[in-house]
């Protein structure tokens, strides 16, 4: 009806009126069009919220979701956080106990290096020893073979003495002289009685006939040449009681040994004498050698006496080497 009476107004008004009408068309139609663009667009424009908002709602849901995740897993953090917190607690203490053991082993390792060194010289201490003992050792070995040699010395000497010893025996029993040969020693002992009166050292008859028979039988087994690179010396020693003084007895017992000594000299044969000079000696013993009877008494006729003895080359070797072998049993090493 709107056309119609557009239509209407334009056939009334004539020309002029016809192109007003057409004018206000076009701009109605414009208009139209422009309302049905606006329209248009804002029904595109709403479609296009719409549809936005449906993806910010999704978006929102889906952001709930991983808010309630970011929650769920800042929930398991949290306890993550405290377990580490512990392990921390742990770890720190651990670091403590570490720095600890740490100190004790700096310590130990100080110590040990002390102990270290001590060892280092205890084992440079001890080498010296092994070198020392290594030393004695060879010593010992050397003194050991000195030894077995002065041994088997000392037992020559031994059978010596005991060659000696039983000649002797034998010869004087042979002579029919009374006088006692001592097994161990060869020592003889002749009665003080036979040979000087009391208190004197002058040599009775009786007692130069007993030196004159006694000597020859003496000297012909000692001075043998067989005996020559052994035999020592030959000593006369003079013994009194313990009646009077030490001293008077020491010039009495000195006296009568050399009194038979320089009759000795005197009887010996010519070719005997320069020998019997080099080795014969007079000893006084004074009442030092008492002899006493079974009941502990002093026996005073056997006390006054002249003995002859006999050593030896080195004797006084031979007496250690005996006194050694007799603490060690014969076997040639110290005893433990």
């Given at each position: 009806m709107a056309r119609q009476h557009v239509h209407n107004r334009r056939a009334g008004r004539g020309g002029s009126g016809s192109v007003w009408i057409s004018y206000s068309d076009m701009?109605?139609?414009?208009?139209?069009?422009?309302v049905l663009f606006l329209v248009m667009n804002l029904h595109n424009y709403n479609s296009i919220l719409q549809k936005k908002q449906d993806e910010l709602d999704q978006q929102a849901i889906q952001l709930n979701l991983k808010q309630t995740q970011l929650d769920e897993q800042e929930g398991v953090l949290i306890i993550l956080q405290g377990q580490l917190d512990e392990q921390q607690v742990k770890l720190d203490q651990l670091q403590i106990d570490l720095d600890n053991q740490k100190e004790q082993l700096d310590q130990q390792t100080i110590i040990l290096i002390g102990k270290q060194q001590e060892l280092d010289e205890a084992n440079a201490k001890l080498a010296a020893k092994e070198t020392e003992l290594n030393t004695l050792q060879l010593q010992l070995a050397a003194q050991q073979e000195l030894f077995d040699a002065k041994t088997r010395e000392l037992d020559s000497l031994v059978g010596v003495r005991t060659q000696i010893i039983q000649q002797l025996s034998s010869a004087l029993k042979a002579a029919n002289l009374d006088a006692q040969v001592d097994p161990n020693t060869g020592d003889i002992v002749l009665s003080s009685t036979v040979f000087f009166e009391t208190n004197s050292y002058a040599i009775k008859a009786e007692g130069q006939q007993l030196l004159q028979r006694f000597l020859p039988v003496y000297l012909d087994v000692l001075l043998r040449d067989e005996y020559a690179d052994y035999l020592g010396e030959i000593i006369v020693e003079g013994h009194t009681d313990s009646t009077g003084t030490y001293i008077n007895n020491l010039k009495?017992?000195?006296?009568?040994?050399?009194?038979?000594?320089?009759?000795?000299?005197?009887?010996?044969?010519?070719?005997?004498?320069?020998?019997?000079?080099?080795?014969?000696t007079a000893k006084g013993r004074s009442s030092s050698d008492l002899i006493y009877d079974e009941f502990g008494n002093e026996d005073k006729n056997a006390s006054r006496r002249v003995e002859f003895k006999f050593s030896l080359k080195d004797a006084e070797m031979i007496d250690e080497m005996n006194r050694i072998i007799n603490m060690t049993g014969g076997s040639g090493t110290s005893a433990e």
């Amino acid at each position: 009806m709107a056309r119609q009476h557009v239509h209407n107004r334009r056939a009334g008004r004539g020309g002029s009126g016809s192109v007003w009408i057409s004018y206000s068309d076009m701009m109605a139609a414009l208009v139209l069009m422009f309302v049905l663009f606006l329209v248009m667009n804002l029904h595109n424009y709403n479609s296009i919220l719409q549809k936005k908002q449906d993806e910010l709602d999704q978006q929102a849901i889906q952001l709930n979701l991983k808010q309630t995740q970011l929650d769920e897993q800042e929930g398991v953090l949290i306890i993550l956080q405290g377990q580490l917190d512990e392990q921390q607690v742990k770890l720190d203490q651990l670091q403590i106990d570490l720095d600890n053991q740490k100190e004790q082993l700096d310590q130990q390792t100080i110590i040990l290096i002390g102990k270290q060194q001590e060892l280092d010289e205890a084992n440079a201490k001890l080498a010296a020893k092994e070198t020392e003992l290594n030393t004695l050792q060879l010593q010992l070995a050397a003194q050991q073979e000195l030894f077995d040699a002065k041994t088997r010395e000392l037992d020559s000497l031994v059978g010596v003495r005991t060659q000696i010893i039983q000649q002797l025996s034998s010869a004087l029993k042979a002579a029919n002289l009374d006088a006692q040969v001592d097994p161990n020693t060869g020592d003889i002992v002749l009665s003080s009685t036979v040979f000087f009166e009391t208190n004197s050292y002058a040599i009775k008859a009786e007692g130069q006939q007993l030196l004159q028979r006694f000597l020859p039988v003496y000297l012909d087994v000692l001075l043998r040449d067989e005996y020559a690179d052994y035999l020592g010396e030959i000593i006369v020693e003079g013994h009194t009681d313990s009646t009077g003084t030490y001293i008077n007895n020491l010039k009495l017992s000195q006296n009568r040994a050399l009194t038979v000594v320089e009759y000795c000299l005197q009887i010996v044969r010519p070719e005997q004498r320069p020998l019997l000079q080099s080795i014969l000696t007079a000893k006084g013993r004074s009442s030092s050698d008492l002899i006493y009877d079974e009941f502990g008494n002093e026996d005073k006729n056997a006390s006054r006496r002249v003995e002859f003895k006999f050593s030896l080359k080195d004797a006084e070797m031979i007496d250690e080497m005996n006194r050694i072998i007799n603490m060690t049993g014969g076997s040639g090493t110290s005893a433990e």
